[in-house]
T-cell receptor
């Protein structure tokens, strides 16, 4: 069974540009989560989808971040326009049911110059 | 408010030594889950264990063991006879059952096992 996959693995962009990160959860997992780890700090929750619905987006830092999960399968996280402080590793996780263990992808390392 | 503290930023041990990674948590909920994840150099987060707040029984899985103590709000992780492959960053996390069930992570402990 394929695990959670994320694309790209690395992205280097300039301040003001737009970047879109993609996450493919484990097949059949209704719950999809986005997290972010800024250098040296803890991994922080961004938002949670149940199927195509946003269950909780309380962790989204500001309106420059837009997450979608059309059709309840893969999800995208767009940052527009990117700022220096957006640099970090963005993790995606999925779980079969809410409360179960979350399986994480390898992360996307975003560098904003 | 929820909080997970991993006071040990970095630990180095010599191969075959035992090592304990500390985790202290804060939550107002009476029902919650605690987790440990391993992040090897390849970057992905690997699930190790989930423990619910009603089960204080210690758990052993091979060389790994976990000591959950509600009285001290701690969920410590011990690796026995450490190996070089254990070198990684280890994260402790908390999930409350009331709310969105998202994970609250500690800052991680980087473990280096020296051959």
């Amino acid at each position: 069974e394929a695990g959670v996959t994320q694309f790209p693995s690395h992205s280097v962009i300039e301040k003001g540009q737009t970047v879109t990160l993609r996450c493919d959860p484990i097949s059949g997992h209704d719950n999809l989560y986005w997290y972010r780890r800024v250098m040296g700090k803890e991994i922080k929750f961004l938002l949670h989808f149940v199927k195509e619905s946003k269950q909780d987006e309380s962790g989204m830092p500001n309106n420059r971040f837009l997450a979608e999960r059309t059709g309840g399968t893969y999800s995208t996280l767009k940052v527009q326009p990117a700022e220096l402080e957006d640099s970090g590793v963005y993790f995606c996780a999925s779980s079969q049911t809410t409360g179960n263990e979350q399986f994480f992808g390898p992360g996307t390392r975003l560098t904003v110059l | 408010a929820q909080k997970v503290t991993q006071a040990q930023t970095e630990i180095s041990v010599v191969e075959k030594e035992d090592v304990t990674l500390d985790c202290v948590y804060e939550t107002r909920d009476t029902t919650y889950y605690l987790f440990w994840y391993k992040q090897p150099p390849s970057g992905e987060l690997v699930f190790l264990i989930r423990r619910n707040s009603f089960d204080e029984q210690n758990e052993i899985s091979g060389r790994y063991s976990w000591n959950f103590q509600k009285s001290t709000s701690s969920f410590n992780f011990t690796i026995t006879a450490s190996q070089v492959v254990d070198s990684a960053v280890y994260f402790c996390a908390l999930s409350e059952l009331t709310g969105a069930n998202n994970l609250f992570f500690g800052t991680g402990t980087r473990l280096t096992v020296i051959p």
